[in-house]
């Protein structure tokens, strides 16, 4: 249908969208007029030239088939190829053919080469992309007022989405970008900052590493229409900005070791001291009847041979954790395995030297030295800010944008659908995760491979990443309604709610099944290809018109009407003999009534 992509404005933003059939249709169509329109102004250019070089004076005889060439006109292709045709042969007649023809050649030429080029890129200057308005009967903000047990499949349902970006980013942003799903949403990547030179987000004590080798990622101000696909004209946009910096956090003096007994059974353990955590009561024997521990980690169940890893949620940091106007995440990990060389990654160090015996096939058993990791847990630390901005007011004023906060402050303050689209929780990506980590990659069994040295900025990186992309997917999925399932929590949700309606209707994704076109582009081809072909019909009667009245060019004018192919003929039959001709003034002559013309038997194969 019709619709306006306000990106680009009012006029030049209005948009036809067909299905890839209806589109391929109208696109074959828009390169058949523009052929014709071609050609029918190449008729006009024919024209002028052969006006032009009309004249009294003497001229060889290639000069008169050069006009007829031009007054007989086909496509641009054809006169081209027939004048080289003349001048060659012409070439022995001491005429100068090649000095004659080239001016004409080289003007039919390009004028080929620039309405061939038209032909074939007019379909992409009105083609705009596949762009396409979405509208859905499931449209609605999923995970809102659900109940216990829909919970449960809400949750579900985030950790599916939060596998699908892992994979987009991996796929789509470093991998094969051919792939349909990389071509989904408006913007294929939102774009970031990254810089590994940031001060400490915490107190200064609390970081591992040289001073100022934080690192800092920071999407800057991104466009609810530009960016996130949201189809809304200037005076109803907002940017929003994320924010994250992170550092491995030091374990000295924040973590204790010990043992105890759950159901009769001993195990270790390694409780890390940051804050209590509201959303894990330590003091509870399965959480080690620890009080005030952050995070307890424990060898209870079997030995894992992968990374262990579980973000905080929902604890109250120390005075050293603290960060002012932000939200505060710590990352635990663990790793029970081993890896064949050293690990000088701050957070997943490993320099412990082990002897582990080994058995290759057709060897016999050796020992080998691997590198366990320095400590049984070990913590990333983050903090996150939000930011939101109205483009519309000055860039000098204090409304124009709210400081750097947490979500919980920042989201009080601000319209309540743009907060619970960007919610963060909707944002969360290390919870939902099956494999979190990149370095889950570099294992094998209960060994690891080498891991780079600045593991765990590609870590954060990724993470970033991915939960960008997770908000260009809910933004989407808000539109369209979860999928599946899922959509029953999101049916009809928009029918009382003018606002949430208004959304429903505003969002660009792209899909491969639709072309979108440009109505003001087919406009500016269809309106200058008609006149050019209205002109061309139009033009011989027109000029003549003016030249009779003004009683200049008759002569001009008779050459033309002289060069066509019916009025050679005409003369040509004449002078043999051939019919009694009437109407010899007219375009197209005729012979007397019931005068029949019969040609010759026999003719000089050499002179006909």
């Known amino acids: ?106 003007l039919g030429t390009v004028y080929l080469m620039m309405f ?34 829909q919970m449960t499949d809400f949750n579900v349902h985030q950790r599916v989405n939060a596998d699908l970006s892992k994979s987009y980013v991996r796929d789509c942003l470093s991998g094969y970008q051919s792939s349909p799903e990389c071509n989904i949403f408006k913007k294929r990547e939102i774009p970031y900052l990254s810089r590994n030179n940031a001060t400490c987000p915490f107190s200064a004590e609390m970081c591992l590493g040289a001073p100022n080798t934080s690192l800092r990622l920071d999407s800057t101000l991104l466009d609810s229409n530009h960016d996130l696909g949201i189809n809304s004209e200037k005076k109803d946009r907002v940017q929003y900005r994320k924010v994250t910096t992170c550092s491995p956090v030091t374990t000295s003096g924040y973590t204790k070791n010990g043992s105890s007994v759950l159901n009769g059974r001993g195990y270790n353990y390694t409780a890390a001291y940051y804050g209590t955590n509201s959303m894990m009561n330590s003091t509870r024997e399965q959480y080690g009847g620890l009080p005030n521990a952050t995070y307890v980690h424990n060898d209870y169940k079997d030995l894992e041979l992968y990374y262990d890893i579980h973000p905080s949620m929902g604890f109250t940091p120390i005075p050293e954790m603290n960060a002012p106007n932000s939200t505060v995440e710590l990352v635990f990990v663990s790793f029970n395995g081993y890896n064949i060389a050293p690990s000088d990654d701050l957070w997943l160090s490993a320099h412990e030297e082990r002897s582990i015996s080994v058995f290759d096939p057709g060897y016999a058993p050796r020992n080998v030295t691997v590198y366990g990791m320095d400590n049984s847990v070990n913590v990333l630390g983050c903090t996150e800010q939000h930011q939101f901005c109205n483009p519309n007011r000055p860039m000098d004023s204090d409304s124009r944008c709210t400081p750097l906060l947490d ?159 019916l009025q050679l003929q005409r003369m040509a039959y004449e002078e043999a003999g051939m019919g009694n001709w009437v109407r010899c003034a007219d375009d197209i002559p005729l012979t007397e009534k019931g005068d029949e013309i019969s040609l010759p038997a026999e003719w000089d194969e050499w002179h006909p």
Not at 38 to 67: D, E, I, N
Request: glycine letters at 8%.
């Open 1 to 106: 249908g019709v619709w306006t992509n306000w990106a680009k404005g009012s006029s030049e933003g209005r948009t036809l969208t067909l299905t890839t059939q209806n589109g391929t249709i109208l696109i074959a169509a828009l390169a058949l007029f523009v052929s014709v329109a071609a050609s029918q102004s190449w008729g006009m250019l024919s024209f002028f030239v052969h006006q032009l070089r009309a004249t009294r004076k003497p001229q060889y005889g290639m000069h008169f088939q050069q006009q007829a060439t031009l007054r007989n006109h086909g496509s641009p292709l054809v006169t081209v190829w027939q004048l080289s045709k003349i001048s060659w042969a012409w070439r022995s007649q001491s005429v100068g053919s090649f000095k004659n023809s080239i001016g004409l050649v080289i």
């Open 116 to 149: 061939g080029a038209a032909s074939v890129f007019s379909s992409r200057v009105a083609t705009t992309s596949d762009e396409i308005l979405v509208r859905s009967p499931n449209c609605g903000i999923c995970g809102m007022q659900l109940m216990v047990f």
């Open 407 to 565: 979500w919980g402050t920042l989201g009080l303050d601000f319209d309540a659908y743009t907060s619970a689209i960007l919610d963060t929780p909707h944002q969360n990506t290390i919870p939902y995760f099956h494999a979190p980590l990149l370095a889950s990659d570099y294992t094998s069994g209960f060994m690891s491979s080498p891991l780079p040295s600045n593991q765990w900025e590609l870590e954060a990186t990724n993470w970033f990443s991915t939960g960008m992309n997770i908000i260009q997917r809910y933004v989407a999925e808000t539109a369209t309604g979860a999928p599946g399932k899922y959509a029953q929590y999101t049916t009809n949700a928009a029918a009382n709610d003018t606002e949430l309606q208004w959304f429903c209707a505003n969002y660009i994704m792209r899909d491969s099944a639709y072309q979108s076109f440009s109505i003001l582009a087919l406009s500016l081809i269809a309106g200058f290809g008609g006149l050019a072909i209205l002109a061309s019909l139009w033009l011989e009667t027109i000029i003549g018109w003016i030249q009779t009245k003004l009683n200049r060019g008759s002569f001009h004018k008779m050459c033309w009407k002289l060069d066509s192919a």
